[in-house]
């Protein structure tokens, strides 16, 4: 089922790059992925073993896998892509940001849950200024709606993004007899 992370990690270890293991409980040489982003260079894979992370930013290009087999790592709050070419497999986020990718973004088996408080996580997910963004067999899914906002699946603004095997979910409205939140698409497309 994991067959795209595997053989993303094979042509990365191929190419000669290092690779790290993330694990929070102690087991690898880092215990937060943002870490292991701050020692990695550009091009080492990190694996991502199941647990708890927060939310990171990712501003170099790498490849982020998590466990061919179990549960995924779940990376609470509002994570942000920043790097031009990147391979993220087998995560689960609150909310995740890609933006001003020049390069290709493969986003493979990922769990967006819209999970997330406050005003800066108005979207589930979103794409702006990116070259092309490849997210297959993924679950992007707005927030549920909370005091500060209601939330789409997926924002994409001024990019190309192909989805294969995707359900994309907009959020399901706040509390039953609450009309300022009703619901939200599940994605919504601005600009080019």
């Not at 933006?99 to 408080?117: K, M």
Request: hydrophobic letters at 45%; proline letters at 3%.
């Amino acid at each position: 089922m994991k067959l795209v992370a595997a053989c993303l990690l094979l042509l990365a270890t191929s190419a000669g790059a290092a690779t790290w293991v993330v694990d929070a409980t102690g087991g690898g040489q880092f215990t937060s992925i943002q870490a292991a982003i701050d020692a990695a260079a550009p091009g080492d894979v990190l694996l991502v073993k199941s647990g708890t992370y927060a939310a990171f930013t990712l501003g170099k290009d790498l490849t982020i896998l998590g466990p061919a087999l179990g549960a995924p790592p779940n990376v609470v709050g509002e994570s942000q892509l920043l790097m031009d070419n990147a391979e993220v497999a087998a995560l689960k986020f609150s909310t995740l940001e890609v933006l001003d990718a020049s390069g290709v973004v493969l986003l493979d088996d990922i769990e967006v849950t819209g999970n997330h408080s406050g005003i800066p996580a108005c979207d589930g997910m979103r794409i702006e200024r990116c070259a092309q963004v490849h997210i297959g067999r993924s679950l992007i899914h707005g927030k549920d709606g909370d005091f500060f906002c209601e939330s789409m699946g997926l924002v994409v603004v001024d990019s190309t993004v192909t989805l294969t095997g995707c359900t994309v979910v907009g959020e399901t409205g706040w509390r039953v007899g609450f009309i300022g939140y009703h619901s939200r698409e599940g994605l919504d497309l601005n600009g080019d």
